[in-house]
Each structure stands twice: as structure tokens, then as C-alpha cells.
């Protein structure tokens, strides 16, 4: 029983013990068409399917429940008003604890969906088009997903936090013409000009928005374009608005994320598979029961957001919490007030997050009662034990079982993890195989690995919450995924098995980092660096962060006649976050006179990682440099110390 903490049992009605888990994944692989279609019953059907999957990883089409139809509106919102029309769906806790916060029931809900859905469709928004969403963490954020839903227009939600050259290229990207948006955000005690931010985005070249749906929050003076502008609350009207039967393949929503390269892709998931997906995933990993209140602190323009604030929990009509805010406003106790305030039984979190409350010491979590918390999770990137340990000992005082989610944008859901009353848990591993899911660990060769093995971790089998696409470069998908693995989904991490059949992931393998969860290319920090016109090249990597996880490490070649100086290192950080955003700031800059490359031009990224490690005992083989001795002078200048 090496490094396990014993799972805990919950005084209530579990709904999946180790041996049903057992049994239920093996009925998942062995069975997987009548295990989806049973699971697929957790939704409400215009048209039930007849079948599962269909699907195949070489060539790639993937196809779930193909011959069912469905609105997910339908099954977040709707179909709870009979019974459960009354129950709170949404909790609003504002940035400011002194602002008033706001519960909506079901009911309520629908109202507004339906007032948010009759604003779009007034604005020309017509099934298939696709809406982007620049919104702060707000309601009106999570109506506007829903409300795209029940029209049959796919959403393509844009962190608030990205810059308006960035907006601009996920708006080109997929030809949107809508935007919705507000006139501006708050997170701690920081403005976030999102509507002076949407209006430099359409300056810029390509876009093609039309018209722009804009959310009165935070009451600042605010320009409207005549014509182009319009304010949501004028535009809500109440009138009947049905729910627009889809097929299980229509596409939901388009999310941007990162890789490693070129700029984003636009990663595409169907209605129905990630319905499903999202459903039987929060039903088991939370292990929610009517009542509860649930909260998950990332943000809508995140796939945790879409899949575990929104979907998920509403599609089981959960009440879900909605944070505007940051853990460290008014100060670090905020969570804790947050979860005392409304009685928070579940919350899911990211490691960034605890590690940074953590440092603050134990007095902020203690001086707070937190005896509703129940279950705790944690997404977004390895946590390592201590971090665990601090979670699980001084935050849920060992009553409440971590559950440590591993997936990817990509995946939709939850893909491995423990099950809090079927699994032992072990600090620093995600744990087991949610059901359907297979998992291969592969060498560089793609030599399958048996038993404890560490590896490149992939997937063979599909499963409903795939991804189907990327937008518009369905070729990019393939390339992308199973390409390097044929006829499997390679997810670009790397992972460890051990004895016991427990997976630990040990972070990506391909030049994509993780900075606080939130996952970035290398190659997009490194585009956005030559696009100063006094930088020549430069080359991006990771190195260990105490807190983020990931940091930032810079190597940057000047145009002839620059030279790098204090004043520069400034410009370039402030370039870096006026192309990306605030998460893309690097950490550290070294100026240098060249990158450290092979005769054949190839930059060595391993001499590169390493001495932003500031390991550099080990560099390995440097014998195929073209210019050895540059090592030497980049170990000289790093900035990492
Ligand atoms: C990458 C996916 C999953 C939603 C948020 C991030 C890393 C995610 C874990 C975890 C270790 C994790 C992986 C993955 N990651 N969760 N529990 N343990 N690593 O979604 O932005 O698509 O990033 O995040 O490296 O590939 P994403």
C-alpha cells in the first residue's frame, strides 16, 4: 500500500464503490455501445440513439450517438422546471464582498436564457453561426453559453484575460460576426476593459464582426458603436424562444488552446458525446446529491469552466457556484469566506492556487469553519504532494477525499482520476481510468510499455467527449494527435504507471508549458517576441515554478546594433502581454548573441531548458553545436539563480 491515504468513507448514499467501479469499467470496454447508451439516459433525447460510437482513429472520424437529436439548453435548464424549478441553479459571488450577489433558480434560469437567446437571435444570430463570448465571470457569461445553445449557434468563449490581438485572432480564426461581451470586469481590485478591449480587436485586420452584445456590470462610461453596439438589456425580450432540436454531431462549441505550434487551435466538440461526457463525469467524480452546492473556481474561458461549471453540473441539476473574484481579494482567507458564506460542499480548484494560499500559512484556512466542504478536487497540472498534503490535512482536516482530475481540453472531461469512495487515493497521482477510457504508455519508438512503465501517455479507444475537429483544419487534427502514434491519441504528456496501476502525470513532452494551469506554446511567446522590431529570434522554454508550476524563460537575439538593457527586458514583457495577455509574461529574458543550434540550423531546446533550470551539471551531448563555446556564455549570462 505504498503512498496511498486510505479513502474515506462518506456518510451517505455513495454512488460508486471500488467494486462497482470494478465492474462498470469493465463493462465499458467490454460493452461499450449498451455502457453509452445506458449512460447516455442521464440525458433527455427529441430522439434517442439507437447507436454509440462509430468511430476510428486511422483514418480519423469520430462519430458518437450519430442518430439521437438534443438540445443541451434543454438538458441544463428546461427539463429540471418540473421538478426542480424552485432549486438554486447559480450562486453569483461578486468580486467585492461588500457588492450584492444574486441566486437564480431554475426557473429563473430559463427566463434569462430564454431573454439572452431572443438578444442574440434579434441581433441576426441564426443556427450553425458562431458567437464569441469575451465576458468576465459572470452570469450573463454562462447565459450566453446556454442561450447559444438553445439557438443552435456555437460558441467560442475567449478568456477575459486575452489581449485584443489575441481576441482579434480567435474572432478570424472561425469567421465570427457576433460578439457578446461586457462593458468591463473586476478581479481583485484590478479593471479589465473588456468592451475597450472588443473595440481595438475589431480595428484589427480580418475581423469580420457585425454586431456586439454588450453586458451592462460594471457601470463605466462605455462608447457604443451606432449600429454595430448593443446593449443586452435592451435587447432581452421574453417572447416564447423553443429549444432547436440538434443532432448529436452538430457542433456545440469551438475553445482555443495551445500547442506546439503555430498560433491556437480552435478544438471542436459535438453536442451530444460531450453532453454525455460532461453528465456521467460530474455525476461520478463529484459524486453529487441533490443539495449539495458545488463549486469550481476556474473561468469560463477554460475548458474546466465550460465542462464543470456549466454543463456538467447543470446538465444534473446541481447548483453551481459562479466567482467573479481571486482567491488573494480582500485577502488569501477569500475562498474560505466564499465557501463558509454559502455552505460549498464540493470544490474544485487548481494546484497554482492552493500552492499560493498555501505559502500564506495555515491562518487564513483555520480562522474559517469550512465544516461544509466535503469533497475537494484539482485540475489543470501535476499537484505535487506537499501541495496535496496541505489540501487534504489543513483545508478539508482529512474528512474530505481529493479527487486529482487529469484531462485536456481536448478530452472534454475528466479522464483519470479517483472516485471518491471506490479508490484509495495516492498524493501526486490522478489515480485510475474513468470508464471507456484505455490508456497506453508508448516509447519514443512507439513500442507499447507493459506493467510500471513510464512513457508517452495515449488513448485507443474513443470515447463520447472527444474532440471531433479542429476548426476548419480538420488536417491540423489529425497531424496533430495521431499523427505521431498512429491510430492513437497521442495527449502529449508524459506519465509514469506504477505497481499499483495508478497513473502519474509527469507534464508535456512536446515544447507546450504549464504556467498556473493555464497551457501555452512556446511557439506563440516566441512569435510574439520577433514581432518587436528590435528582436531577431528567440526561443521559449519552461523551468519549475514554486508557485505556477511553470514559469516563463526567455532567450532573445537582438537586430544588429540593439543592445538588451533593463529598459528593453521592460518593453519586451509589456510587448509579450499586449500581443498574448497578462498569463503569457515572461518571467525571465536573457539577451544573447545567438541560440545555442545543430549544424543543421535545429535549436537544441534540451541546453536551453536546462540552464533555465539552472541545472546545467548535466548538459549532455553538446558535441553536434555548431558553436560550442556559446554555452558557455549563455550559462554565464542565465537569469535563473
Ligand atoms: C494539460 C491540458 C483539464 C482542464 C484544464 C487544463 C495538464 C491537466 C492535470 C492533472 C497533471 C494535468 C496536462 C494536460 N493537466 N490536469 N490533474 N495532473 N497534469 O486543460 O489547458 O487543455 O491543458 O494540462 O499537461 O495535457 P488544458
Same mark, same amino acid.
Given at each position: 500500500?505504498?503512498?496511498?491515504? &486510505?479513502?474515506? !468513507?462518506?456518510?451517505?448514499?455513495?454512488?460508486?464503490?471500488?467494486?462497482?467501479? &470494478?465492474?462498470?469499467?469493465?463493462?465499458?470496454?467490454? &460493452?461499450?455501445?449498451?455502457?453509452?447508451?445506458?449512460?447516455?439516459?442521464?440525458?433527455?433525447?427529441?430522439?434517442?440513439?439507437?447507436?454509440?460510437?462509430?468511430?476510428?482513429?486511422?483514418?480519423?472520424?469520430?462519430?458518437?450517438?450519430?442518430?439521437? /437529436?438534443?438540445?443541451?439548453?434543454?438538458?441544463?435548464?428546461?427539463?429540471?422546471?418540473?421538478?426542480?424549478?424552485?432549486?438554486?441553479?447559480?450562486?453569483?459571488?461578486?468580486?467585492?464582498?461588500?457588492?450584492?450577489?444574486?441566486?437564480?433558480?431554475?426557473?429563473?434560469?430559463?427566463?434569462?436564457?430564454?431573454?439572452?437567446?431572443?438578444?442574440?437571435?434579434?441581433?441576426?444570430?441564426?443556427?450553425?453561426?458562431?458567437?464569441?463570448?469575451?465576458?468576465?465571470?459572470?452570469?450573463?457569461?454562462?447565459?450566453?453559453?446556454?442561450?447559444?445553445?438553445?439557438?443552435?449557434? *456555437?460558441?467560442?468563449?475567449?478568456?477575459?484575460?486575452?489581449?485584443?490581438?489575441?481576441?482579434?485572432?480567435?474572432?478570424?480564426?472561425? =469567421?465570427?460576426?457576433? %460578439? *457578446?461581451?461586457?462593458?468591463?470586469?473586476?478581479?481583485?481590485?484590478?479593471?479589465?476593459?473588456?468592451?475597450?478591449?472588443?473595440?481595438?480587436?475589431? =480595428?484589427?485586420?480580418?475581423?469580420?464582426?457585425?454586431?456586439?452584445? *454588450?453586458?451592462?456590470?460594471?457601470?463605466?462610461?462605455?462608447?457604443?458603436? =451606432?449600429?454595430?453596439?448593443?446593449?443586452?438589456?435592451?435587447?432581452?425580450?421574453?417572447?416564447?424562444?423553443?429549444?432547436?432540436?440538434?443532432?448529436? !454531431?452538430?457542433?456545440?462549441?469551438?475553445?482555443?488552446?495551445?500547442?506546439?505550434?503555430?498560433?491556437?487551435?480552435?478544438?471542436?466538440?459535438?453536442?451530444?458525446?460531450?453532453?454525455?461526457?460532461?453528465?456521467?463525469?460530474?455525476?461520478?467524480?463529484?459524486?453529487?446529491?441533490?443539495?449539495?452546492?458545488?463549486?469550481? +473556481?476556474?473561468?469560463?474561458?477554460?475548458?474546466?469552466?465550460?465542462?464543470?461549471?456549466?454543463?456538467?453540473?447543470?446538465?444534473?441539476?446541481?447548483?453551481?457556484?459562479?466567482? !467573479?473574484?481571486?482567491?488573494?481579494?480582500?485577502?488569501?482567507?477569500?475562498?474560505? @469566506?466564499?465557501?463558509?458564506? $454559502?455552505?460549498?460542499?464540493?470544490?474544485?480548484?487548481?494546484?497554482?492556487?492552493?500552492?499560493?494560499?498555501?505559502?500564506?500559512?495555515?491562518?487564513?484556512?483555520?480562522?474559517?469553519?469550512?465544516?461544509?466542504?466535503?469533497?475537494?478536487?484539482?485540475?489543470?497540472?501535476?499537484?505535487?504532494?506537499?501541495?496535496?498534503?496541505?489540501?487534504?490535512?489543513?483545508?478539508?482536516?482529512?474528512?474530505?477525499?481529493?479527487?486529482?482530475?487529469?484531462? &485536456? +481540453?481536448?478530452?472534454?472531461?475528466?479522464?483519470?482520476?479517483?472516485?471518491?469512495?471506490?479508490?484509495?487515493?495516492?498524493?501526486?497521482?490522478?489515480?485510475?481510468?474513468?470508464?471507456?477510457?484505455?490508456?497506453?504508455?508508448?516509447?519514443?519508438?512507439?513500442?507499447?510499455?507493459?506493467?510500471?512503465?513510464?512513457?508517452?501517455?495515449?488513448?485507443?479507444?474513443?470515447?463520447?467527449?472527444?474532440?471531433? +475537429?479542429?476548426?476548419?483544419?480538420?488536417?491540423?487534427?489529425?497531424?496533430?494527435?495521431?499523427? /505521431?502514434?498512429?491510430?492513437?491519441?497521442?495527449?502529449?504528456?508524459?506519465?509514469?504507471?506504477?505497481?499499483?496501476?495508478?497513473?502519474?502525470?509527469?507534464?508535456?513532452?512536446? #515544447?507546450?508549458?504549464?504556467?498556473?494551469?493555464?497551457?501555452?506554446?512556446?511557439?506563440? %511567446? !516566441?512569435?510574439?517576441?520577433?514581432?518587436?522590431?528590435?528582436?531577431?529570434?528567440?526561443?521559449?522554454?519552461?523551468?519549475?515554478?514554486?508557485?505556477?508550476?511553470?514559469?516563463?524563460?526567455?532567450?532573445?537575439?537582438?537586430?544588429?546594433?540593439?543592445?538588451?538593457?533593463?529598459?528593453?527586458? #521592460?518593453?519586451?514583457?509589456?510587448?509579450?502581454?499586449?500581443?498574448?495577455?497578462?498569463?503569457?509574461?515572461?518571467? $525571465?529574458?536573457?539577451?544573447?548573441?545567438?541560440?545555442?543550434?545543430?549544424?543543421?540550423?535545429?535549436?537544441?531546446?534540451?541546453?536551453?531548458?536546462?540552464?533555465?533550470?539552472?541545472?546545467?551539471?548535466?548538459?549532455?551531448?553538446?558535441?553536434?553545436?555548431?558553436?560550442?563555446?556559446?554555452? @558557455?556564455?549563455?550559462?554565464?549570462?542565465?537569469?535563473?539563480?
Amino acid at each position: 500500500m505504498n503512498g496511498f491515504v &486510505q479513502r474515506i !468513507e462518506q456518510n451517505r448514499e455513495t454512488h460508486c464503490s471500488a467494486e462497482e467501479y &470494478q465492474h462498470l469499467y469493465r463493462r465499458s470496454l467490454e &460493452q461499450p455501445d449498451a455502457f453509452w447508451l445506458d449512460q447516455a439516459q442521464r440525458l433527455d433525447w427529441f430522439e434517442a440513439p439507437t447507436k454509440a460510437g462509430e468511430w476510428s482513429f486511422d483514418p480519423v472520424d469520430i462519430r458518437w450517438f450519430a442518430d439521437g /437529436t438534443l438540445n443541451l439548453c434543454h438538458n441544463a435548464v428546461d427539463r429540471h422546471l418540473a421538478e426542480r424549478g424552485d432549486t438554486t441553479a447559480l450562486i453569483f459571488e461578486p468580486d467585492d464582498p461588500a457588492d450584492d450577489g444574486r441566486k437564480l433558480t431554475y426557473s429563473e434560469l430559463h427566463s434569462e436564457v430564454v431573454g439572452m437567446a431572443n438578444a442574440l437571435k434579434a441581433m441576426g444570430v441564426r443556427k450553425g453561426d458562431r458567437v464569441t463570448i469575451y465576458m468576465p465571470m459572470i452570469v450573463e457569461g454562462v447565459l450566453a453559453m446556454l442561450a447559444c445553445a438553445r439557438i443552435g449557434a *456555437v460558441h467560442s468563449v475567449v478568456f477575459g484575460g486575452f489581449s485584443p490581438e489575441a481576441l482579434a485572432g480567435r474572432l478570424v480564426d472561425c =469567421e465570427s460576426r457576433f %460578439v *457578446v461581451t461586457a462593458d468591463g470586469g473586476k478581479r481583485g481590485t484590478k479593471p479589465i476593459p473588456l468592451k475597450t478591449n472588443v473595440d481595438a480587436a475589431l =480595428e484589427l485586420e480580418g475581423v469580420t464582426v457585425e454586431k456586439v452584445l *454588450v453586458v451592462r456590470h460594471t457601470a463605466e462610461d462605455t462608447a457604443m458603436k =451606432e449600429g454595430r453596439d448593443v446593449w443586452y438589456h435592451e435587447a432581452v425580450s421574453d417572447a416564447d424562444c423553443p429549444c432547436e432540436p440538434m443532432k448529436a !454531431e452538430d457542433p456545440l462549441f469551438i475553445l482555443y488552446t495551445s500547442g506546439s505550434t503555430g498560433k491556437p487551435k480552435g478544438v471542436l466538440h459535438a453536442t451530444g458525446g460531450y453532453g454525455v461526457w460532461t453528465a456521467t463525469t460530474f455525476h461520478y467524480v463529484f459524486d453529487y446529491e441533490p443539495g449539495e452546492i458545488y463549486w469550481c +473556481t476556474a473561468d469560463i474561458g477554460w475548458v474546466t469552466g465550460h465542462s464543470y461549471i456549466v454543463y456538467g453540473p447543470l446538465i444534473n441539476g446541481a447548483t453551481s457556484l459562479v466567482f !467573479e473574484g481571486v482567491p488573494n481579494y480582500p485577502d488569501h482567507g477569500r475562498l474560505w @469566506d466564499v465557501v463558509d458564506k $454559502h455552505g460549498v460542499n464540493i470544490l474544485y480548484t487548481a494546484p497554482t492556487a492552493i500552492r499560493a494560499l498555501m505559502r500564506e500559512g495555515n491562518g487564513f484556512v483555520t480562522s474559517r469553519d469550512r465544516s461544509s466542504l466535503r469533497l475537494l478536487g484539482t485540475v489543470g497540472e501535476p499537484i505535487n504532494p506537499e501541495a496535496w498534503r496541505w489540501y487534504f490535512d489543513v483545508v478539508g482536516e482529512e474528512r474530505a477525499p481529493v479527487v486529482d482530475t487529469w484531462w &485536456q +481540453t481536448e478530452t472534454g472531461g475528466v479522464m483519470i482520476t479517483t472516485l471518491p469512495a471506490a479508490h484509495d487515493m495516492k498524493p501526486g497521482s490522478a489515480g485510475k481510468p474513468f470508464f471507456g477510457v484505455v490508456l497506453e504508455l508508448v516509447d519514443n519508438d512507439g513500442e507499447v510499455l507493459d506493467g510500471e512503465a513510464a512513457g508517452n501517455l495515449c488513448i485507443t479507444q474513443s470515447w463520447p467527449g472527444q474532440a471531433r +475537429t479542429v476548426y476548419g483544419d480538420h488536417d491540423r487534427f489529425v497531424q496533430t494527435y495521431f499523427s /505521431t502514434y498512429r491510430g492513437k491519441y497521442f495527449t502529449g504528456d508524459g506519465c509514469r504507471r506504477d505497481e499499483d496501476g495508478y497513473y502519474w502525470i509527469t507534464g508535456r513532452v512536446d #515544447d507546450v508549458i504549464n504556467v498556473s494551469g493555464h497551457r501555452m506554446g512556446t511557439a506563440e %511567446v !516566441e512569435s510574439a517576441l520577433v514581432l518587436h522590431d528590435k528582436v531577431a529570434e528567440a526561443a521559449v522554454v519552461g523551468y519549475p515554478h514554486d508557485i505556477k508550476g511553470q514559469g516563463i524563460y526567455c532567450y532573445v537575439t537582438l537586430n544588429a546594433g540593439e543592445e538588451g538593457s533593463d529598459a528593453l527586458h #521592460d518593453e519586451l514583457r509589456v510587448h509579450v502581454r499586449k500581443e498574448i495577455g497578462p498569463i503569457a509574461t515572461p518571467d $525571465h529574458i536573457q539577451f544573447t548573441g545567438g541560440l545555442p543550434k545543430t549544424r543543421s540550423g535545429k535549436i537544441m531546446r534540451r541546453i536551453l531548458r536546462k540552464i533555465a533550470e539552472n541545472d546545467f551539471g548535466a548538459l549532455g551531448d553538446t558535441s553536434t553545436l555548431a558553436d560550442p563555446s556559446l554555452v @558557455d556564455r549563455l550559462i554565464e549570462g542565465r537569469q535563473n539563480r
